[in-house]
């Protein structure tokens, strides 16, 4: 089956809005055994007319989002019926679904809002419970600017991504199950998340095992401190694939599931019933933000310190004025004692210390910028351990790298200790 | 002049990678009177060769991304030459270029990699200082294909971000402006950014004084916490629009930069000698992490507290436990207590202290989830101000309305001050 997407928008083509669209689609429907072949950005207006009749006898299915609103520039609706001839008629049941969310805003029911209860005939309206337009599908009707030859099956959605992505996970998909039965493969998929190695590395180690599964697609995506590898196929095949990822990668390989490495490390620590504390300087709270994006974080994240300059780190830490005149304040030996005065002040299970030089300033040539040193203190283990990482990166980008080794660290203790 | 881009990459159809350069183009080509009148997204391959052949005749000028580099899908160059029945030749001055890169990699040349120094006759070859792949400018050629018809100026970009857009920015600028000299009208640009007020607010504000200036182009971007109004006009319809913008946000109108505005506080204070300190509960380290995310942060923001747990809140600033128990520890005396606690015990000249309900639990009937307090205490100033919200938003969200909201309070005491 040939899958075309066109978004409509002219927000998308003048740089305000990234379209986000395409790999959502993209990704969520790999697992039905579709790919998109092709993707088209239009302007608001009547290009779409030709941006779908360009796509007969070239797709069989097209998903066209946006321009399905009440604003005279939502136009998508009224040009296709009218490209496949069909008469406008107004959905008894949409009418019903835009009163009832019009009077819980309190607003009153215009011309331009009625527009949207407007469904070509032959259509199936695809609710949706985020927003007043309802999605459209259109079964193959034949074209008459193409010589009558068929459309592909055309599936409109609203444009907002809050709209669109509840109502292709539990609207379009089974409806495009129906249309590709028996006409693709569909296949189960799985992301794998793999702390702190490389995509080469990553790829040179599992590519040739898992490939040589049998009929598996594999693909690899990297982010800023891991890689992700995804993997499509069988069930059968997708078990062997993690055994070979984690046992390629036992300390490295975190979890198959969508969420990042902060909620790993908040999962270990609620199970485990223990706590950590933050002292980050060079990372100014990101790793204190990341844990407490995780729902639930409060339990084992009592409180963080974010100690930019010396006496922040004597005072809140502890860290002796003789070890940051003799070490700098960007050193091993200072790293530890943030880490261990941290899990002291906080009296925290844990605690994670970060300092280093983000730059564009404060590099020398025995620290240069992007040096940064990661310790880990953990009550009952003695010595705080300290890695020391160079990474040759912009501000932002050092900071998400070394929150990502930080979070990695703990994760690593905490399922030795589980 | 009709402008079209090509994006090529199978990754940006998998899902596995955002296209952005769609965005960077629509926004860096405007000021040229150029608007992206259609996008198309294909697979690396031989799609390429139809994409171009369509847009023969639709538009004057095609920017194609991507499959410029060594591996075996990269064959843009070969498929293009081939439509327009170019010879490929080899390039002097690319080798010459390609051969420095390798050495300074310690890498050989192989025959790969020599097929990016293969131009076809009659191109322009468009240095790339960041990567070996060089981009390529076509003038329009006959097209068999086409029925002899002309080609569009054809303009070819490397597909990584980090090259093309220095690339765009440094070369195809100017080579655009020269294709378009007296084809386009060219204008400045403008971002107004306006904090803490809402799309449809600001646009029934500046809308009709603006457009009433004449010949001037606007358009809205909403972001979490701010508004950007877009203009494009001469340099005196660009002044006059800031005019506009100031007159009519005095409090709210904080920049015309690309930066966020956590650059405006961190320049304030630099350029007042000031400093800040940070009390996050609910915002979990957010607004420190924004505040360090600006090169020079350490100048003015010595330290910051996540007091997430209760005792961190009475241990570290000093609130009274009996408040905690009278009010709960979101509400305006808590906050206050907090604010005031920080600034003290990081003796600064500002703090801001957040308390709120992230969610998605810890809601009630008085304080659902969404609630957040944010305070400010000034040296000097008497009690801390607290303003109270509720934002009906996800947890990521509402962290990030929050700290836009505490930011634009201390940047709005700041400008008062100076």
């Given at each position: 089956?040939?899958?075309e997407?066109i978004?409509?928008?002219?927000?998308l083509?003048?740089?305000?809005?990234?379209n986000?669209?395409?790999?959502?689609?993209?990704?969520?429907?790999?697992?039905?055994?579709?790919?998109v072949?092709?993707?088209?950005?239009?302007?608001d207006?009547?290009?779409?007319r030709?941006a779908?009749?360009?796509?007969v006898g070239?797709?069989d299915?097209v998903?066209?989002?946006?321009g399905?609103?009440?604003?005279?520039?939502?136009i998508?609706?009224e040009?296709i019926?009218e490209?496949?001839?069909?008469p406008?008629e107004?959905?008894e049941?949409?009418?019903r679904?835009?009163?009832l969310?019009?009077s819980r805003?309190?607003?009153?029911?215009?011309?331009q809002?009625?527009?949207?209860?407007?469904?070509p005939?032959?259509?199936t309206?695809?609710a949706?419970?985020?927003?007043?337009?309802?999605?459209?599908?259109?079964p193959?009707?034949?074209v008459?600017?193409?010589?009558?030859e068929l459309?592909?099956h055309?599936?409109?959605l609203p444009g907002?991504?809050?709209e669109l992505r509840?109502?292709?996970r539990e609207?379009?998909?089974?409806l495009l199950?129906?249309?590709?039965e028996g006409?693709?493969?569909p296949r189960g998929?799985?992301n794998?998340?793999?702390?702190?190695l490389?995509?080469?590395q990553?790829?040179a180690?599992?590519e040739?095992p898992?490939?040589?599964?049998?009929?598996?697609?594999?693909g690899?995506?990297?982010?800023a401190g891991?890689?992700?590898v995804?993997?499509l196929g069988?069930p059968?095949?997708?078990?062997?694939?993690?055994?070979i990822?984690?046992?390629?990668?036992?300390?490295n390989?975190?979890?198959?599931?969508?969420f990042p490495l902060?909620?790993?490390?908040?999962?270990?620590?609620?199970r485990m019933?223990?706590?950590?504390?933050?002292a980050?300087?060079c990372?100014g709270g990101?790793?204190?933000?990341?844990?407490?994006n995780?729902p639930?974080?409060?339990?084992?994240?009592?409180?963080?310190?974010?100690t930019?300059a010396n006496?922040?780190?004597?005072?809140?830490?502890?860290v002796p004025?003789?070890?940051?005149?003799?070490?700098g304040?960007?050193?091993a030996?200072?790293?530890a004692?943030?880490?261990e005065?941290?899990?002291?002040a906080?009296?925290?299970?844990?605690?994670?210390?970060?300092?280093?030089?983000a730059?564009p300033?404060?590099?020398?040539d025995v620290?240069?910028?992007?040096t940064?040193?990661?310790g880990l203190?953990s009550r009952?283990?003695g010595?705080?351990?300290?890695?020391?990482?160079?990474?040759?990166?912009e501000?932002?980008?050092?900071k998400?790298?070394?929150?990502?080794?930080?979070?990695d660290?703990l994760r690593r203790?905490?399922?030795?200790?589980?």
């Open positions: 089956m040939r899958l997407v978004n409509t928008g002219t927000e083509l003048l740089g305000s809005t990234l986000t669209h395409l790999g959502f689609l993209g990704e969520t429907l790999l697992p039905l055994g579709l790919r072949g092709r993707q088209v950005t239009i302007p207006g009547e290009i779409i030709d779908v009749l360009e796509s070239r797709a299915i998903i066209v989002t946006g399905l609103g009440p604003t005279s520039d939502d998508t609706r040009l019926a490209l496949l001839n069909l406008l107004e959905n049941g949409v009418m679904v835009i009163r969310i019009l805003r309190n607003r009153e029911l215009n011309e809002t009625r527009r949207q209860a407007m469904v005939r032959g259509a309206v695809l949706n419970a985020w927003g007043t337009a309802p999605g459209l599908y259109l193959p009707h034949p008459a600017a193409a010589g009558g459309s592909p055309l599936i409109l907002p991504p809050r509840p109502m292709v609207v379009v998909l089974p199950g129906s249309i590709c006409r693709t493969v998929m799985r794998f998340r793999i702390a702190n490389g995509e080469s990553v790829a180690t599992v040739e898992i490939t040589s599964l049998g009929d598996v697609e594999l690899y995506c990297a982010r891991e890689v992700i995804r993997v069988t059968e095949h997708l078990a062997a694939a993690e055994t990822v984690s046992a390629a990668f036992p300390e390989y975190y979890s198959a599931q969508e902060e909620h790993t490390v908040v999962d270990l620590l609620t019933g223990q706590t950590v504390s933050t980050e300087s990372t990101l790793v204190a933000h990341r844990l407490t995780v639930g974080a409060s339990a084992v994240f009592p409180r963080g310190y974010v930019y006496d922040a780190k004597t005072d809140i830490l502890g004025m003789e070890l940051l005149a003799n070490h304040a960007v050193s030996e200072v790293c004692a943030m880490a005065g941290c899990r002291a906080a009296d925290t299970d844990h605690a994670l210390a970060l300092t280093g030089i730059g300033g404060g590099g020398s620290k240069p910028v992007g940064v040193f990661i203190a009952g283990h010595q705080p351990v300290v890695e020391h990482h160079i990474f040759n990166v501000r932002e980008t050092f998400q790298l070394a929150s990502q080794i930080a979070l660290l203790r905490l399922i030795r200790l589980i």
